[in-house]
């Protein structure tokens, strides 16, 4: 059972355009989000993250989105840049900053972003 | 600072044979996760440590998985025997605890098994 979606495996944007990246999610337990990004042959880097809490946050070129009665989240990068082609990833934990909280987290799928100049 | 240092980058092995990995964590890091991502798929948690103690092993498929992590520092995840379906990516990360899910990743060690 998939609990963290991505549903378009990949997408394209030219350089300059604002890239829109989606995650839908299961199970409702889940309140913190993240973003990673992933380069060929490297680790995946932390990028971003949200709070249930909260439905938006930004840092620079990068804003993440949280509709929770959907459950589903996006990450939009604008404007995009060939520097962001990667692959990346939407994760998702639950209970964190509790006693509940499991540490773990369930990544999507992951989606390649290519940036076109 | 250094981050999550694995070790090797790439192993190719025969089915049947052993194998192990080498994870050294951000320094000051006590929550030490091993993830395993198969081709075109997120990663997934094999292990969690909580300092030296395994917290969470409930996905590592222990007839032929073992992880340690002696002194609660550096941690090592072996497979014995290999079979071909565990050909991955195999990627450790590290967070200041389970508090903070901002996990830092290694570049990962990639396990093919012929």
């Known amino acids: 059972d998939q609990q963290v979606k991505q549903n378009s495996p990949s997408l394209s944007v030219q350089e300059g355009r604002i890239s829109i990246l989606n995650c839908d999610y299961t199970?409702?337990?889940?309140?913190?989000f993240l973003w990673y990004k992933k380069y060929p042959a490297e680790g995946p880097t932390f990028l971003i993250s949200i709070s249930s809490i909260k439905d938006k946050n930004e840092d620079g070129r990068f804003t993440v989105f949280l509709n929770k009665s959907a459950k589903h989240l996006s990450l939009h990068i604008v404007p995009s840049q060939p520097g962001d082609s990667a692959v990346y990833f939407c994760a998702a934990s639950s209970g964190r900053g509790g006693s509940s909280n499991t540490g773990k987290l369930i990544f999507g799928q992951g989606t390649t972003l290519q940036v076109k100049p | 600072e250094a981050g999550v240092v694995q070790s090797p980058r790439y192993k190719i092995i025969e089915k049947k044979q052993p194998v192990a990995f080498w994870c050294n964590p951000i320094?000051?890091?006590?929550?030490l996760y091993w993830y395993r991502q198969n081709l075109g798929q997120g990663p997934e948690l094999l292990i969690r440590y909580e300092n030296e103690e395994a917290v969470d092993d409930s996905q590592l498929p222990k007839d032929r998985f073992s992880a340690e992590r002696l002194k609660g520092v550096d941690s090592t995840l072996k497979i014995q025997p290999a079979e071909l379906g565990d050909s991955a990516v195999y990627l450790c990360?590290?967070?200041?605890?389970?508090?903070?899910?901002?996990?830092?990743f290694g570049q990962g060690t990639r396990l093919t098994v012929v």
């Open positions: 320094s000051g890091h006590n929550t």
């Open positions: 199970n409702s337990m889940f309140d913190y």
């Open positions: 990360a590290s967070s200041l605890d389970s508090l903070n899910t901002e996990a830092f």
